[in-house]
C-alpha cells in the first residue's frame, strides 16, 4: 500500500499553481495520472522520487516513511526504491545498454538479474551498442529495463511514450503492461493520452491545474455515467461534425481510425471539431471476420 | 647557441600546472554548474579576472603576497619551508591561478550543458553524488575536458608577465622559453630569439590543431 499528500506552490506558465493531492495506491495497481501538460503531473513524480521537495506532505510505501515535512522526514533519492523512466529516458551515453543497466545494480545484488532484465525485454541483440545507436522505441525498453534493475517498490513513469510513432507506442504498452504483471509493480503513469489510460490504467485522477478533479477507473470517469446503456463505448477526438437534414454526423478519430457516426442523440452544435468524445452505440447487428 | 633548459622547464611548468589544474577545476566547476549561492557570481568572477587583468599586475600582487618580508610569505616560508618567490613552485602557484579560466570554464560549461536528468536518473538508481560525478558526468564530457587539459597547457606555455614578475629569469630555475626569447632579444642574439621563437610557435600550433581535430570529429572520420 502506497499513499502520499503533497502541497507544493509552483511556478507555472500561466503564473503560480498550487499543486494538492491525496492518493493512496494499492500494492500491483497501475495509476494513470492524466491531465493537460503543465498540470503537474511530472511534479507529483519527481516528488515521489524525492528528485523535488513538497512545501507540505506525506508519502508513506509499504509502511515505510519516504517523506514527513512534520517530522522533518525527508529521505534521498538514493534511499528510496524507485523506478524513474524520464521522459527523454535519461539512457548514459558513455555506457552501452548492458552497462546502462548494470550501472543501475546495488552492491548486494546479483549480476544475473541484469541478464533476466535483458532476457524479458529481449535487449540481448542491442547489450553491447550505445543508446545513441538505438531507436527511439530500443532506448525506451532500455530505460523500463534500467529502473527495474534496482527491483523498485514503485515505478514511475513520465509520459514514456509520447515520443514514439503509433505502432511502437502500442508494442511498448504492451511491454510495461507486461512486466508490470510480471514483476507485481506498483507503478504510476503520466500520460496526456486518454486512448494510453484506457489501455493501462486500473484507476486513473485527472488533474487540472494542480488539482484531482475527478478520479475513478477510466471507464467510469469517461463513459460510465454519460451512456450507461451503450454495449460499445469508444473514446476520441472529433475530426468532422456535419448537419444533413437536421441529422447531425461526427467522424471520430479512435486510435488511428476514422469512424463515422450518426449522432442521433445531439439536437445542437455544442461539439465540435477537436473535443474528446465518447461514442456509445447499441450492437444489433454486429459483424465480426477474421483478417488473413 | 641555443639552450634546451629553457624549453624542458616550460614544459615541466605547464605539465605541473595543468595537472594540478585540473584536480582543482572538476570540483570548482561542478560547484560553479550547481549553486544557486549567493555568493557564486562572485566565485565565478575571480575565476575569470585572469582573462582580463594584465599579468603584471597579478604578478605584482602574488610578489607582494609571496614575499618573505609580509606576513604571507613568512607564514610559508616558516611552517612550510616554501620560498614562492624567484623559484619554480612560485611559478607553478603563479600559473595556477592564471590558467585557471581555462581550465574551468570548459568543464563548468560541459557540466551546465548536460541534461540534469542524466544526473537525477543516477540519483534515482541509489548513486552518489561522487560516483555520478566520475561515472556518468565526466566520461560525457571527455571533449571540454581535452579542451580544458589543452588550453590550460597551451596557456602556460605562452605566459610571460606573471613569470617575469614573481620568477625572474634564473637559468634552470625560473628562465622559461618565453623569457629566453625577451633575454636574447635583449642581448641582440637574434638568431637564438628566432630559434626559440619558432619552437613555441610550432608547439602551441600543433597543440591546437590537435583540440580541432579531436573536438570537430574530424580524425574519427578520417581513421573509420
Known amino acids: 500500500m502506497i499513499q502520499f499528500s503533497f502541497h507544493k506552490k509552483l511556478k507555472a506558465v500561466g503564473g503560480e499553481m498550487r499543486l494538492q493531492l491525496d492518493c493512496e495506491i494499492k500494492k500491483g495497481q497501475l495509476l494513470a495520472l492524466y491531465g493537460e501538460s503543465g498540470a503537474g503531473k511530472t511534479s507529483v513524480l519527481r516528488m515521489l522520487a524525492g528528485l523535488m521537495t513538497p512545501d507540505k506532505g506525506q508519502i508513506e510505501v509499504n509502511g515505510k516513511i519516504w517523506l514527513d515535512s512534520r517530522e522533518n522526514i525527508n529521505l534521498k533519492p538514493q ?22 543497466l548494470e550501472f ?15 532476457e524479458i525485454i529481449e535487449l540481448g541483440d542491442l547489450q553491447h551498442r550505445k543508446p545513441a545507436t538505438l531507436s527511439g522505441g530500443q532506448q525506451q525498453r532500455t530505460a523500463l529495463a534500467r ?23 502500442v508494442k511498448l504498452q504492451d511491454y510495461i503492461l507486461q512486466v508490470h504483471r510480471q514483476f507485481n509493480l506498483t507503478t504510476i503513469l503520466v500520460s496526456h493520452e486518454i486512448s494510453e489510460v484506457f489501455k493501462m ?19 467510469e470517469l469517461f463513459s460510465g455515467n454519460n451512456l450507461p446503456e451503450d454495449q460499445f463505448k469508444m473514446v476520441g477526438d472529433v475530426v468532422k461534425v456535419e448537419q444533413i437534414n437536421g441529422q447531425y454526423f461526427v467522424q471520430v478519430l479512435v486510435g488511428n481510425q476514422i469512424v463515422d457516426v450518426p449522432a442521433n442523440n445531439l439536437s445542437d452544435t455544442d461539439i465540435k471539431v477537436g473535443d474528446r468524445v465518447v461514442v456509445g452505440t447499441e450492437i444489433l447487428n454486429g459483424r465480426v471476420s477474421k483478417i488473413d | 647557441m641555443i639552450e634546451w633548459d629553457p624549453i624542458i622547464l616550460t614544459f615541466e611548468l605547464a605539465l605541473v600546472t595543468t595537472v594540478l589544474l585540473l584536480l582543482i577545476s572538476i570540483p570548482l566547476a561542478y560547484w ?30 602574488l610578489l607582494i603576497a609571496f614575499s618573505p618580508n609580509n606576513a604571507f610569505g613568512k607564514m610559508l616560508l616558516d611552517t612550510f619551508d616554501l620560498r614562492l618567490i624567484f623559484s619554480f613552485e612560485g ?3 603563479a600559473s595556477v591561478i592564471y590558467s585557471l579560466p581555462f581550465m574551468v570554464h570548459p568543464i563548468q560549461a560541459g557540466l551546465s550543458n548536460l541534461p540534469s536528468s542524466l544526473t537525477e536518473a543516477a540519483y534515482v538508481l541509489g548513486k552518489s553524488k561522487r560516483t555520478t560525478l566520475f561515472k556518468v558526468l565526466l566520461p560525457n564530457i571527455k571533449p ?7 588550453l590550460t597547457f597551451a596557456h602556460t606555455i605562452g605566459e610571460f608577465g606573471v613569470v617575469l614578475m614573481i620568477g625572474g629569469n634564473i637559468p634552470g630555475k625560473t628562465k622559461v622559453a618565453s623569457i629566453a626569447v625577451y633575454d636574447e632579444v635583449e642581448a641582440l642574439n637574434y638568431g637564438v630569439a628566432n630559434a626559440y621563437s619558432l619552437f613555441l610557435f610550432a608547439v602551441s600550433f600543433l597543440i591546437l590543431l590537435t583540440v580541432y581535430l579531436v573536438n570537430g570529429g574530424y580524425l574519427k572520420r578520417y581513421w573509420r
Open chain 1, 79 to 100: 534511499l528510496r526504491k524507485t523506478g524513474f523512466v524520464f521522459q527523454d529516458y535519461a539512457l548514459f551515453p558513455n555506457m552501452t545498454v548492458r552497462e546502462n
Open chain 1, 104 to 118: 543501475g545494480l546495488d552492491k548486494s545484488q546479483e549480476a544475473s538479474t541484469v541478464n533476466d532484465l535483458i
Open chain 1, 147 to 169: 529502473a527495474l534493475v534496482r527491483q523498485p517498490e514503485l515505478l514511475l513513469l513520465d509520459e514514456p511514450l509520447s515520443a514514439l510513432d503509433h505502432a511502437m507506442r
Open chain 1, 201 to 219: 490504467s486500473d484507476y486513473m485522477m485527472e488533474l487540472v491545474h494542480g488539482k484531482v478533479i475527478r478520479q475513478g477507473t477510466p471507464l
Open chain 2, 32 to 61: 560553479l554548474s550547481r549553486s544557486e549561492k549567493k555568493m557564486k557570481p562572485v566565485i565565478e568572477t575571480l575565476v575569470s579576472m585572469p582573462l582580463v587583468l594584465p599579468p603584471t599586475v597579478l604578478g605584482f600582487y
Open chain 2, 91 to 93: 611559478l607553478v602557484v
Open chain 2, 144 to 150: 571540454n575536458l581535452l579542451t580544458g587539459i589543452v
